[in-house]
């Protein structure tokens, strides 16, 4: 079913994400069936027209786009491209808004997508607010959404000053990945897992992030940031959510925020000593990051849900830049028996608990592994897995990529897979005496698993990554 006709104005037109996952998701929500009479207007801080602006989104897609556009879809698609320099200034925005919006026809409907950094985020609403343009708009907003309590306090009470809470869609891309909503679904919709999904039968947790990626075109943006404030408070954080959370009395959005929001209640405040900061050798030698940098590229940490599902149950995050191998992954891993009938030597122990894994990259797997008996004469034991791979469905075909799924999720209307608020207050709060009081960067080798303190963090336990061959 499409959806309604929609102008998209798209501030940070010429950034990153928007070369990156935006305008290759916008072109295959147009191609496809799914929303097909959009036109964007992208505004930024480069000197732009719409024939220079069309030529930089087209070597976007060339580069970053899955599927490849052939000529005639990208014909098709460029002319729905439309771009306003920020220096022509509110007027010309919405001159051009009003000219999308006239081409698409009466039902047209506007959303503002707002992928800046966060310093430039209440700019850009006051040019919305100056080009009238905030009456029955939507407006998606990227994370990271402030930079610490009072700056995520100020940024949402500015923000209510100009939109209704109801317009404001907080993006966290990680919840729109197919592989992030089948944690809910393997959850919920069966009744194996969740009777041994608590303190009892699970040992720790681990959600792990590791990337080869550097930072691209980013470093202002990134040294501002870093790793914590760009993966951890949002997306590791909301994935942990998703892990956590008690069951939703519906799938709707508030029944959704409100035990998310439990979890986030119930975590302790990060305590620095249970952090490790890392920072790769090399990075204070890119243009644009200072020499004396301290931002961290890499974070490795554990927390805690003091509840009466969790408490006890250690909760092991990590992430980080220029690490050994990109992965996305939530592992489970079970408390072992209580008593061993195999003896030493059958295998067992060697290789620790059961696990259950999710991961959470595009071709999404899960697994579990346990123990079972090897093939041959006498009892020994050998670790074996079934897996389920989304790959393999019937559907695969059908699956959106993480952005296209929330443009259109934000298009209709449907909070669901958004942040809120108030969550996302809590976390800058549980975040506090970390931001407070920050562990100094350790140094790690690119291509490593980060600084050697990761090891002492999660004994006496394991990071599961990287796999075993
Ligand atoms: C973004 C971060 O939100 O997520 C990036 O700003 C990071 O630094 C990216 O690389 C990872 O997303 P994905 O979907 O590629 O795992």
Redesign the pocket.
Known sequence: QSTAPHVVVLFGAAGDLAKRKLLPGMANLVLSSLAPDIEIVGTSLEDLDDDTYREQAKAALDEFDRRRLTDDEWRHFAEKLHYVPSKAGPKALAQAVAAAAGRLGPSARRIHYLSVPPKAALAAVETIRDAGLVEGSRIIME?PFGTDLASAIELNRRLHETFDEGQIFRID??LG?EPAQNILAIRFGNGLFEPIWNRNFIQQIQID?P?T?GLEQRASFYEATGAYR??VV??LFQILAFVAMEAPTALEPKAISEEKNKVFNSMKPIDPASVVRGQYVGYKDIPGVSPESDTETFVALKCEIDNWRWAGVPFYLRTGKKLAEGQ?IVSIAFKEPPQSMFPAGSGIGAKGPDHLTFDLADASKMSLSFYGKKPGPGMRLDKMSMQFAMQDTANAGDVLE?YERLILDAMRGDHTLFTSAAGIERLWEVSQPLLDDAPPVRPYAVGSWGPNAIHQLIAPYAWRLPFER
């Open positions: 994370k891309h990680f990945k992030v990337e990626l760009d993966m949002t997306h996305r993480a």
